[in-house]
């Protein structure tokens, strides 16, 4: 029988592993330390709420199998420890967050006392507030998918985008949910890459598109202005054959002018299939469709390849923009970003702004286009209008 354990560590450095177990087992935590792959992954559970990993070991590199955790969808909070540079550390941190775990911090060894019990306590408050899902999320199958878009359980939630020179709203991002009749409200880790896999993704995008450009007219209306409507979309869907004229027709049918939409497509998705993807955003460019690279910083492009891509626009993803007042190599890309895409002839959005000083730092950079909390979360078509309504009031008020 699997052992169940709450905090799992594996670290080939018996001196450390057993500093992390008196550490917990003083503060009244069950912790069991493995130093081989096959003995953490015996004592892995669905009840492990926490892990220590060693990213250097003889055996199994920490990247491997932190890999290994993302594939099996692991909800555990993960800290990662290491001996290296700091930035790798960082830059191993970024990386597995975007393959779904959930990394709450890391130690450069030698590591001290105090920063261990900072750790169990950042824990702690993470796993209180709901920020560390320790719910294994529910197997999504083709039937579930397929059910939920023929009974239009498939909603959007719109976020505005401001325009830091004015301060007007000059677009609004879709982003579709899942109300699930029983779950509740899903958000797009849950269900999107399971669609993917499925062979539906371009049914729900299309329902997206939709819906979407249903709205625009009416958002512009309430904002008295003209708006973008941006939407997220994978660079496999751009291959449908049909692709193009099926969105022109979409686009005359609710009067909306191509140069309203914007498709955002993630870094990672373009570079990966970037020459089989040129020739589609380039007929999407001729009439006049944007495009917009999205999750900027996570997919290790060129400058080259950058140059390549007709984008309209560049985001800066919001796990830089939420560390670049404290964290110096996130300022830095943030700054290089700004600069490059103005090389290029590209807007520059920023998302997940949160604070006055992060919107600060953003408008002295010359950062061009900003949406997150800050103003807006995400919200049903309904509340938007109310949200553009008062905006606009306030904006008149201003300049009354």
């Not at 797009?188 to 062979?199: K, M, N, Q, S």
């Amino acid at each position: 029988m699997t052992r169940v354990e709450r905090i799992l560590v594996i670290d080939d450095d018996y001196d450390s592993g057993q500093f992390v177990i008196n550490t917990a087992e003083a503060k009244g935590i069950k912790c069991v330390a493995t130093a081989t792959a096959s003995d953490f992954l015996e004592h892995l559970s669905a009840d492990t709420t926490l892990i220590f990993l060693d990213l250097v070991m003889p055996e199994i590199d920490g990247i491997k199998l932190l890999r290994m955790l993302g594939q099996a969808r692991c909800s555990a909070g993960i800290v990662l420890m290491s001996g290296v540079d700091k930035r790798v550390m960082e830059t191993a941190k970024e990386w597995a967050e975007t393959i779904g775990l959930s990394i709450i911090g890391h130690l450069q060894k030698p590591f001290r006392l105090t920063e261990l019990e900072t750790i169990f306590e950042t824990s702690r408050v993470l796993r209180a507030s709901g920020v560390v899902d320790q719910t294994p999320r529910a197997v999504i199958e083709a039937a579930d998918i397929q059910g939920a878009i023929e009974r239009d359980e498939f909603v959007l939630h719109y976020q505005p985008k401001i325009g830091l020179a004015t301060g007007s709203i000059v677009g609004i991002e879709a982003l579709v949910r899942w109300q699930h009749p029983e779950r509740g409200l899903l958000f797009p880790d849950d269900f999107i890459r399971r669609a993917a896999e499925l062979g539906l993704i371009n049914q729900l995008g299309w329902i997206v598109v939709n819906r979407g450009l249903s709205n625009l007219r009416g958002f512009a209306l309430a904002a008295d202005t003209s708006l973008t409507l941006s939407f997220n979309t994978s660079a496999f869907s751009l291959h449908d054959s049909s692709f193009r004229d099926r969105l022109l027709s979409l686009l005359q049918k609710y009067g909306i002018a191509p140069h309203n939409l914007i498709f955002e497509i993630t870094e990672s998705g373009l570079i990966r299939q970037l020459s089989s993807t040129l020739d589609d955003l380039t007929k999407l460019r001729v009439k006049q469709v944007q495009l917009s690279i999205d999750n900027f910083g996570t997919g290790h492009s060129t400058m080259q390849q950058l140059q390549d891509i007709p984008a309209t626009e560049l985001k800066i993803d919001k796990s830089f923009v939420r560390n670049m007042n404290t964290n110096e190599h996130d300022c830095t890309l943030v700054r290089r970003t700004i600069e490059i895409g103005h090389h290029l002839g590209m807007k520059i959005v920023a998302e997940g702004v949160e604070t006055a000083e992060q919107l600060a730092f953003l408008r002295s950079n010359g950062c061009d286009i900003v949406q997150g909390y800050f103003f807006s979360r995400p919200l049903p078509a309904e509340e938007l209008l109310k949200w553009l309504k008062d905006h606009r009031s306030t904006r008149l008020r201003k300049t009354s």
